[in-house]
């Protein structure tokens, strides 16, 4: 399971670069959003399963049987062989997990980030599978699943909030910080920087994400109508200037924004323009 949302993120990189075409003349950057949606649907899944898999041997009240093996002309406890090799499993997780954390907030990659919460997800099973071996040493049967059932909490969280933020961007929510989740500050920063153009009057920016960059539209209210295109030229520049995440951003002029019905913060939906 761990294996899926790195192939839907490798998926998503390949498709994003395509060039728009007649069927798709969007392009193709929002792969990278259905790859996250399908990382964090696995991330969800993960927790629910080992969460219902601790609740149900604790119901049954399995006692797990562990036997010794000989190695060498000695016996030994398999527990501290099985103890081994969780230890040693969690080590690849953690590393790559620590990698990818940055490089998805670099990239600004959804699917990359999940990727990551699910090697936290995979350290954090193997921690609850060592800290239930140690118990059923001391005779604790239930140790195993109680320490699963704490763990999988952390993962459905994480999977949950995950899921929601995915299909909430599907649906052209307003962007998100990718750590933690907050509004992304991208919109206020680009209407600020137009703002202060001193023949732009007011702004309005709405944009939504679009894979791993930003598109949108920008409402801008001129004082006239002199020079027009050549001044929605500049705040075109000026916004590809701000974050290199606006990739298709439209300068609408409009004569007012407040003709305009405005839906939230700085979110703006357009009537009679």
């Given at each position: 399971?761990?294996?899926?949302?790195?192939?839907?993120?490798?998926?998503?990189?390949?498709?994003?670069?395509?060039?728009?075409?007649?069927?798709?003349?969007?392009?193709?950057?929002?792969?990278?959003?259905?790859?996250?949606?399908?990382?964090?649907?696995?991330?969800?899944?993960?927790?629910?399963?080992?969460?219902?898999?601790?609740?149900?041997k604790?119901?049954?009240?399995e006692?797990?049987?562990?036997?010794?093996?000989e190695?060498?002309?000695?016996?030994?406890?398999?527990?501290?062989?099985?103890?081994?090799?969780?230890?040693?499993?969690?080590?690849?997780?953690?590393?790559?997990?620590?990698?990818?954390?940055?490089?998805?907030?670099?990239?600004?990659?959804?699917a990359?980030?999940?990727?990551?919460?699910?090697?936290?997800?995979?350290?954090l099973?193997?921690?609850?599978?060592?800290?239930?071996?140690?118990?059923?040493s001391y005779?604790?049967?239930?140790?195993?699943?109680i320490a699963?059932?704490?763990?999988?909490?952390?993962?459905?969280?994480?999977?949950?909030?995950?899921?929601?933020?995915?299909?909430?961007q599907?649906?052209?929510k307003?962007?998100?910080?990718?750590?933690?989740?907050?509004?992304?500050p991208?919109i206020?920063?680009?209407?600020?920087?137009?703002?202060?153009?001193?023949?732009?009057?007011?702004?309005?920016?709405?944009?939504r994400?679009?894979?791993?960059v930003?598109?949108?539209?920008?409402?801008?209210?001129?004082?006239?109508?002199?020079?027009?295109?050549?001044?929605?030229?500049?705040?075109?520049?000026?916004?590809?200037?701000?974050?290199?995440?606006?990739?298709?951003?439209?300068?609408?002029?409009?004569?007012?924004?407040?003709?305009?019905?405005?839906?939230?913060?700085?979110?703006?939906?357009?009537?009679?323009?």
């Amino acid at each position: 399971m761990s294996l899926v949302p790195s192939c839907f993120f490798l998926a998503g990189a390949y498709f994003r670069k395509k060039r728009p075409d007649e069927a798709f003349p969007y392009g193709h950057r929002r792969a990278v959003l259905v790859g996250f949606l399908c990382g964090a649907v696995v991330l969800f899944g993960f927790g629910v399963f080992i969460f219902v898999d601790s609740v149900i041997k604790l119901i049954a009240a399995e006692h797990p049987t562990i036997q010794t093996v000989e190695i060498f002309g000695k016996y030994i406890w398999l527990g501290w062989l099985m103890v081994a090799a969780l230890v040693y499993s969690v080590i690849p997780p953690i590393s790559f997990g620590r990698m990818k954390v940055p490089l998805a907030s670099e990239l600004h990659d959804k699917a990359l980030h999940v990727s990551a919460q699910i090697n936290k997800g995979d350290c954090l099973s193997g921690i609850a599978g060592v800290a239930g071996i140690v118990g059923i040493s001391y005779g604790f049967w239930w140790a195993d699943s109680i320490a699963a059932g704490f763990i999988s909490i952390e993962i459905v969280r994480d999977g949950y909030i995950n899921l929601r933020n995915s299909v909430a961007q599907l649906m052209n929510k307003r962007p998100s910080d990718i750590e933690s989740q907050k509004e992304d500050p991208a919109i206020d920063t680009l209407q600020q920087a137009l703002e202060r153009v001193d023949w732009i009057a007011r702004a309005r920016v709405r944009l939504r994400e679009d894979g791993d960059v930003l598109s949108g539209e920008v409402f801008i209210e001129p004082p006239d109508d002199r020079n027009l295109l050549d001044r929605m030229a500049e705040a075109r520049n000026l916004a590809m200037s701000i974050d290199w995440r606006l990739h298709d951003v439209s300068m609408v002029p409009v004569r007012s924004v407040d003709q305009a019905r405005i839906c939230g913060h700085n979110d703006l939906s357009l009537s009679g323009q």
